[in-house]
């Protein structure tokens, strides 16, 4: 069902075309072989991304999401326009569990709009959440995300979700977030998530008691990354380091290692160093493509090799979705990454 291009959304035509889709489903239900048809809804999930992006990319993911995180899904395809105009549909997405005779149906809308339209969208998107449910909203334009009337959406959700990565400069993006985050919005990066494995590695390293014993030996820890400037992964990854190694008695420095011919924005090795010659020496280089990621990693004579999950956007929406609300140890680690970023850009 869409409704036509115009300059205002009625939110009341938009939720009758959703039960009027819901009565569809399941008179559809009746006839075919399944046994009735199952609503599920955790939260709604909004996602903001450009008009000349393909879609059928963002509905894929949204699409894999569904069975662990079920949801009235919202994509709001935004395009550079000084016209104020604003389109809908809405359809459903459903499966049916292994086993089962029952489909599982999630709501889908999709909304088109200008940019001179963003003012009406807050109006029009609140309407529109699940009352009662968590309201998360994923925006995936760097453009928009930096217009001034995207703040008015943002407010509708309990949490925001951005990739730091896809920023053209990292050390501006990050003291945004922080300027964001102390001025009380919820944030989660899928930059942060995406090194989420390589601390879980260097968290497991640490439950030996033997490396454990010798973690205040740590005297230096040197990060090497694709570019000539560190990306959003590399300063959050030393921020989270640097706080897990002095809360543990270390006082290490910290040092980049930029490789300006590899591709840029990429983590490729980590290192802890002890301050002597037979001090401990912890190396992780980071390997691989995004759907095969992996960590190899060296402590003295010892080595080991773990296989990531893939870098993509369903696996780390799977994780961030799961955590709702905040993350305390990400906003500790934010706020040292912002420290970090301005003291390397001064």
């Not at 200008?114 to 998107?125: C, E, G, N, Q, R």
């Amino acid at each position: 069902m869409e409704n036509a291009v115009s300059t205002t959304i009625q939110p009341e035509r938009i939720l009758r075309e959703l039960a009027e889709l819901w009565v569809s489903l399941g008179k559809d239900s009746e006839h075919g072989q399944a046994s009735g048809v199952l609503r599920a809804c955790a939260m709604t999930l909004i996602t903001i991304v450009e008009e000349a992006e393909d879609p059928s990319d963002v509905w894929s993911t949204m699409a894999a999401l569904m069975p662990e995180h079920p949801s009235r899904a919202m994509v709001i395809r935004v395009r550079e326009s000084a016209a104020r105009e604003l389109a809908s549909r809405v359809f459903s997405q459903c499966w049916m569990p292994f086993g089962h005779r029952r489909q599982i149906c999630c709501e889908q809308i999709e909304i088109s709009a200008s940019d001179a339209s963003l003012p009406d969208l807050a109006a029009v998107v609140l309407p529109l959440t699940v009352a009662d449910l968590p309201v998360i909203l994923w925006c995936r334009s760097a453009r928009v995300f930096g217009l001034p009337d995207f703040s008015q959406i943002a407010k509708i959700a309990q949490k925001l979700l951005l990739d730091s990565a896809s920023f053209p400069n990292s050390a501006e993006i990050l003291v945004e977030i922080g300027r964001r985050s102390r001025a009380g919005q919820v944030l989660g990066d899928l930059a942060w998530t995406r090194i989420t494995r390589i601390r879980e590695l260097i968290s497991q390293i640490f439950e030996s008691r033997n490396y454990l014993a010798r973690l205040r030996e740590v005297a230096e820890v040197k990060i090497s990354f694709g570019g000539s400037v560190p990306p959003p992964a590399a300063y959050y990854l030393a921020a989270w380091l640097l706080d897990c190694l002095e809360g543990g008695g270390a006082h290490p420095r910290l040092s980049w290692e930029p490789a300006p011919d590899d591709p840029a924005g990429q983590l490729m090795r980590i290192e802890l160093t002890g301050g002597s010659d037979d001090g401990l020496h912890i190396t992780i280089c980071v390997s691989g493509d995004r759907e095969r990621p992996c960590g190899d990693v060296q402590i003295d004579s010892l080595a080991s090799h773990t296989v990531f999950p893939p870098d993509n956007d369903y696996v780390l929406l799977r994780e961030e979705l799961s955590i709702p609300g905040r993350d305390p140890v990400y906003e500790k680690s934010l706020m040292r990454a912002v420290a970090l970023a301005a003291a390397e850009n001064q």
